[in-house]
């Protein structure tokens, strides 16, 4: 974990094309999308339909309240220098960044999706591979690295790391009950492929003459097969005996060996439940809490930070004289060799077991028809992923136009953890097919390194595109003919 906090700054830049969402929030209102149900299980498809293997859905973004901006800054000679640059005042750094600084990278890919309608029902089955990677960073900790010897004491909290990824298979059964609820729920089979979690609750960072006395409560769990986690003194970089437990993180590497056995690390289960009714003629309400289950890892090394504290030598070379000479990259690795040994994990156990929860997400939605236009109408729905120090919540007010049986779209405005911004998706579904482009994030700021170069996003990194093609069968069903409860 070390090494992950000390270049998250660059990893950031660097996975600004590579992250992905794993639900296409954009789209849940949007008549046509065959992939509702992953938000709310009590949300069926039009007709029946089938995919073929990873053309159901596939995603690519980025969410986060920090952006390339936040680290790179502009020269007087016209060059690009990091934050540690002489050049860029600590408070032109720290003032751009917030208490809790939340980067989250996700990914899901379908691989195969099937939904039936029955007589009275919806049946579907739904197979998945999803990633997701998160970490929230304390503003402490780039004040440390910023300013380090301008207090005595530093109060670094709530620092964490964290990645999961997974197979995944659901079986969703819909249906309407009394002619006015429709409920439904999704009962998923679960092949844990790689965890992580590394978390310091407290650190407490001393400054006494020339170096640092360090007292940590953390921990790390990791459960990955083909992953080799060695200690220095296994890695021979120990400098003394003492050393010898500590994780060494600039010696990670791979097993070799890619069996079943090391590339499942667990197993687990998982329900979705939902329900969606009509309250008054034209406002209908929707309600889901999804992924509420477990996985039971092996494979799991499991370290702590030390109780009796350790001492930090300080940064070397971490003045940047940002006369052109370093290059960015350079510049992120002083920082990354100086942070080496501000973070400490002792291994406690490895080749173990152990289970944790899944983050469960509470979805509720409300969506209100125009009485004067069956096509148009307005929704508002508000999501929260629960998981400690992980937990983000996503707020969207919407607009959405159905012109025809074969065209729909939707434009949202959003606020969430990661801050503000507008999504959209186009939906096109004649009879017989099914395709659909969108993005909850849309990037409004580039910029070039120079005047021949490729623009990149220079602002926050909230970025993402979704996309699925899937072919429907049989005929269209009115997903709306549920008598109000309320008859007015």
Not at 454 to 475: A, D, E, H, T, V
Request: glycine content about 12%.
């Amino acid at each position: 974990m070390k090494k992950y906090i000390a270049i998250l700054a660059g990893t950031i830049l660097t996975l600004s094309s590579l992250n992905a969402q794993t639900a296409l929030q954009s789209a849940y209102f949007l008549d046509g999308y065959n992939m509702r149900r992953s938000f709310n299980p009590a949300l069926a498809s039009e007709s029946s339909f089938f995919s073929l293997p990873a053309f159901g859905g596939f995603g690519m973004g980025l969410n986060s309240n920090m952006g390339v901006n936040t680290f790179i800054f502009p020269t007087s000679d016209g060059q690009l220098t990091t934050f540690l640059g002489p050049e860029v005042s600590a408070s032109d750094f720290l003032g751009k960044l917030k208490n809790n600084n939340r980067l989250n990278v996700n990914a899901s890919a379908s691989l195969l999706t099937l939904g039936i309608w029955g007589k009275n029902a919806f049946f579907s089955f739904d197979a998945n591979v999803k990633a997701d990677m998160t970490a929230n960073i304390p503003y402490e900790l780039f004040e440390f690295v910023k300013n380090p010897g301008k207090s005595r004491y530093y109060d670094i909290s709530d620092l964490a790391v964290g990645g999961n990824a997974r197979l995944e298979l659901a079986f969703g059964y819909r249906r309407t009950i009394a002619d006015r609820i429709n409920v439904g729920a999704r009962f998923k089979l679960l092949a844990g492929l790689a965890d992580v979690d590394a978390r310091v609750d407290k650190m407490r960072v001393e400054m006494t003459e020339d170096r640092w006395a360090v007292h940590s409560n953390g921990s790390l769990k990791a459960s990955c097969g083909f992953l080799d986690i060695k200690t220095k003194g296994e890695s021979g970089t120990a400098e003394s005996s003492d050393e010898n437990d500590i994780i060494d993180f600039g010696n990670l590497g791979t097993t070799g060996t890619w069996t079943y056995d090391k590339i499942v690390s667990g197993y687990g289960a998982a329900l979705d439940l939902g329900a969606d009714f009509e309250l008054i003629r034209g406002l209908r309400i929707s309600l889901a809490i999804c992924d509420l289950g477990f996985i039971s890892w092996k494979n799991s090394t499991l370290a702590e930070t030390g109780e009796q504290g350790w001492v930090f030598d300080g940064f070397e070379n971490i003045s940047i004289d940002g006369d052109g000479e370093n290059s960015i990259d350079e510049q992120f690795n002083a920082l990354g060799e100086g942070l080496e040994d501000l973070y400490e994990f002792r291994r406690t156990s490895t080749n173990g077991k152990r289970s944790d929860m899944l983050a469960c997400t509470l979805t509720a939605g409300a969506e209100y028809t125009m009485p004067f236009y069956d096509g148009l109408s307005v929704g508002i729905m508000s999501s929260t992923t629960f998981k400690g120090p992980y937990t983000k919540t996503s707020n969207r007010l919407y607009a959405n136009l159905k012109p025809c049986n074969w065209f729909s779209m939707s434009v949202n405005g959003a606020l969430s953890s990661f801050g503000g911004g507008f999504g959209y998706i186009l939906g096109f579904h004649p009879k017989g097919f099914n395709f659909f482009i969108g993005s909850d994030y849309l990037m409004t700021q580039f910029a070039k390194a120079t005047d021949n170069g490729i623009p990149y996003p220079y602002g926050k990194l909230r970025m993402q595109m979704n996309f699925g093609m899937s072919f429907s069968i049989g005929k269209r069903h009115d997903l709306r003919s549920t008598l109000p409860l309320i008859g007015f």
